[in-house]
């Protein structure tokens, strides 16, 4: 595989993206793009209202631009799932832009209702199942990473499960934007491991590391502006958008199941949410975290008393997902060796 592309697809998101940042914090700004804060959120969250949102358009734009450089000569091949990811990606991006735009609309931090956003995402999530079916990147059969074998699925079975994934692997990067720099961190660290999957497995997969190595370049960018102090957050716009980015990945490469390991955070952030929920209705009030998702109970000093700062969980989780990664690239590099 050619390293220098993988390398000019990094550079290149990375300068797109901080670029195309200069331009659009002002912007938002300008246009009073402000995020509102939930009010049952940590208090001291709310010194955040007002901070412009929809920032993810700059990682947006960017990853674009690498697509149709970069990746173009892929296009050219006959290589086209990374334009697959892409625009899937884009469609749930639109979906976190309506949502977007409907708390800016109600001066809220409610947008669109949860059933509606789950049937578009529901809608979006086949119709890309079938598109790769049609383009032969997907069977319906599962590798298992690590064990490298590969177990064929009833396909009654394999997209309806495969929907259920993508949606929540969506929301999963949704709910773990809620600490500055940590769904961009989080998310740089998986797309790291994609990018050394791809590049492991050959040249066949150079159109996938190229999208996978503007991605991180891309965020790394997008976090020129939100680390914290966030000067912008990236908004469903950008969180459906990563959502979709990743889950689109892990099926164009035809293995879902390296979503556990390699998400590991997000994963976690969803589940202690999930946890919370159940135990407070189980026990009519009680609770395991005293706040979720997870990071909240971080910043709350739960089980220790240690209240952690948002540039400590931004390392915790951004250090974990790099680890997760390293171990994913081994768990799965063999497959066609």
């Known amino acids: 595989m050619d390293t220098m592309k993988l390398i000019l697809a990094l550079a290149i998101g990375f300068l797109v993206s901080s670029g195309v940042g200069a331009f659009l914090v002002p912007l938002l700004r300008k246009i009073k793009a402000g995020q509102m804060i939930k009010e049952n959120g940590p208090t001291w969250h709310m010194s955040k209202s007002g901070t412009p949102t929809m920032g993810g358009i700059m990682f947006i734009v960017a990853i674009a631009a690498v697509c149709f450089t970069v990746g173009f000569a892929q296009v050219l091949k006959g290589q086209w799932a990374h334009v697959f990811v892409l625009t899937f990606g884009l469609v749930f991006g639109a979906i976190g832009f309506l949502d977007d735009l409907e708390k800016l609309r109600h001066k809220a931090n409610t947008g669109l209702s949860a059933k509606g956003k789950f049937l578009l995402q529901l809608s979006a999530s086949i119709c890309f199942l079938f598109l790769l079916r049609r383009f032969g990147y997907l069977e319906s059969h599962l590798y298992v990473p690590f064990r490298n074998v590969t177990v064929d699925v009833p396909e009654w079975f394999f997209y309806p499960f495969a929907a259920f994934v993508i949606v929540g692997c969506v929301n999963a990067i949704n709910i773990t934007d809620g600490v500055d720099g940590l769904a961009g961190g989080t998310c740089s660290a998986i797309f790291i491991g994609f990018t050394a999957i791809a590049w492991s497995w050959g040249s066949e997969y150079l159109n996938l590391g190229i ?29 459906l958008f990563l959502g979709g980015c990743i889950s689109g990945l892990a099926f164009a490469l035809d293995m879902p199941l390296i979503l556990l390991p390699l998400c590991i955070m997000p994963v976690w952030e969803t589940l202690s949410d999930i946890i919370q929920v159940c135990y407070f209705k189980a026990t009519h009030g009680k609770r395991i975290f005293k706040m979720a998702p997870f990071h909240h109970h971080l910043e709350m000093g739960g089980w220790t008393g240690h209240k952690w700062t948002e540039k400590q969980i931004f390392t915790l989780f951004t250090g974990i997902s790099l680890i997760m990664a390293v171990l994913s690239v081994m768990g799965s590099m063999h497959r066609f060796h």
């Open 211 to 239: 999208f996978s190595a503007g991605m991180t370049g891309a965020l790394l960018g997008f976090l020129v502006y939100n680390f914290n102090p966030a000067k912008v957050f990236m908004g469903d716009t950008g969180s």
